[in-house]
Nanobody, 124 residues
């Protein structure tokens, strides 16, 4: 499984962006996916999770503003980000756990074994 994020960019506070994560490879193995973000010098933060049935889970920091969704026909997972704040500035990564493994929770980086390269989001 390979993941490629896109859709990052610069936006003013209060604006919106939609990130996409294209999934290729053994897509039938995809059990659930998540979005994370990271600021230099800080730990990677899990912000949104979606399982194969479409159930979602969000970090409090983005709940009500961000929406994770998936289009299985397009093998793509999305992160719709509204009401963006300067503190949302980060590199955003998507992650998948196609091979199972120990479960540390939906927003724990240790739960995921496959990562994209990230896309930068800057809110000013």
């Amino acid at each position: 499984v390979q993941l490629v994020e896109s859709g990052g960019g610069s936006v003013q506070a209060g604006g919106s962006l939609t990130l996409s994560c294209g999934v290729s490879g053994s897509t039938y193995r995809r059990k659930c996916m998540a979005w994370f973000r990271q600021v230099p010098g800080k730990e990677r933060e899990g912000i949104a999770h979606i399982d194969n049935a479409g159930n979602t889970y969000y970090a409090d920091s983005v709940k009500g503003r961000f929406t994770i969704s998936q289009d299985k026909a397009k093998n793509t997972v999305y992160l719709q980000m509204n009401c963006l704040k300067p503190e949302d500035t980060a590199t955003y990564y998507c992650a998948a756990r196609p091979y199972g493994g120990k479960w540390y929770g939906p927003l724990a980086p240790e739960s995921y074994s496959v990562w994209g390269m990230g896309t930068q989001v800057t809110v000013s």
